[in-house]
């Protein structure tokens, strides 16, 4: 069985700092992985996915995740973060044999300070 | 597209009553799928349909609750009685399930149940 495990339920930065989101993944197959936003009072929008390929993966708003099959993660960066950021990110991992709906894992809420 | 749509977005009722929450997925989209959110537990998968067909219901929590699909573009999930630990916030997601469960999920914004 797959799963995800988000590290930090609540993250803060400063308005132009990094923001580094950690998941970590198990799975018994290659895993397809992904990245949602929720914003407040609205559903979950996909911010970006891995499946194969390049494990360098680019998203929407500047953020990007890096797929590491040595250490099991999908961490999800930003550059320089900004107040409109600010929301729960949830990471989801899928068996590559596609049969299977997400599994999600329980979420990040990052606070952006200005 | 008008995305998925959610009907109510917000929902008060008195424990013991019956409630009944909707949803239109994108049209074309033949998986459909229902998640519960609180705050305890996060986000829950309740059941998901495939071609109108329910695939896996293991996450319902109980008897109380069902779900159905009369056809492509419509569902419901349907809580009879009513507790206040159901109180959370229910959304439905669809996908395209031709090009498998990678595809994206697309969610609606949700309805907020809060039971009394």
């Known amino acids: 069985a797959q799963s995800v495990t988000q590290l930090g339920s609540h993250v803060s930065v400063s308005e132009g700092a990094l923001v580094l989101l950690r998941c970590n993944y198990s799975?018994?197959?290659?895993?397809?992985l992904f990245w949602y936003v929720q914003y407040p009072n609205q559903g979950l929008q996909l911010l970006l996915k891995?499946?194969?390929?390049?494990?360098l993966v680019k998203g929407i708003n500047g953020f990007e995740a890096e797929f590491k099959k040595s250490e099991t993660s999908f961490h999800l960066t930003k550059p320089s973060a900004h107040m409109s950021d600010a929301a729960e990110y949830f990471c989801?991992?899928?068996?590559?044999?596609?049969?299977?709906?997400?599994?999600f894992g329980k979420g990040t809420r990052l606070s952006v300070i200005a | 597209d008008a995305g998925v749509i959610q009907s109510p977005r917000h929902e008060v009722t008195e424990m013991g009553q019956e409630v009944t929450l909707r949803c239109k997925p994108i049209?074309?989209?033949?998986?459909l799928f229902w998640y519960r959110q609180t705050m305890m537990r996060g986000l829950e998968l309740l059941i998901y349909?495939?071609?109108?067909?329910?695939?896996?219901d293991s996450g319902m929590p109980e008897d109380r609750f069902s779900a159905k699909m009369p056809n492509a573009s419509f569902s419901t999930l349907k809580i009879q009685p009513s507790e206040p630990r159901d109180s959370a916030v229910y959304f439905c997601?669809?996908?395209?399930?031709?090009?498998?469960?990678?595809?994206?999920?697309?969610f609606g914004n949700g309805t907020r149940l809060t039971v009394t």
């Open positions: 891995y499946t194969t390929g390049a494990t």
């Open positions: 997601a669809s996908s395209s399930a031709k090009r498998g469960y990678n595809s994206p999920l697309h």
């Open positions: 049209s074309g989209h033949n998986s």
């Open positions: 989801a991992v899928n068996r590559n044999s596609g049969n299977t709906p997400l599994v």
């Open positions: 349909f495939n071609n109108n067909v329910p695939i896996d």
């Open positions: 799975s018994s197959v290659p895993p397809y």
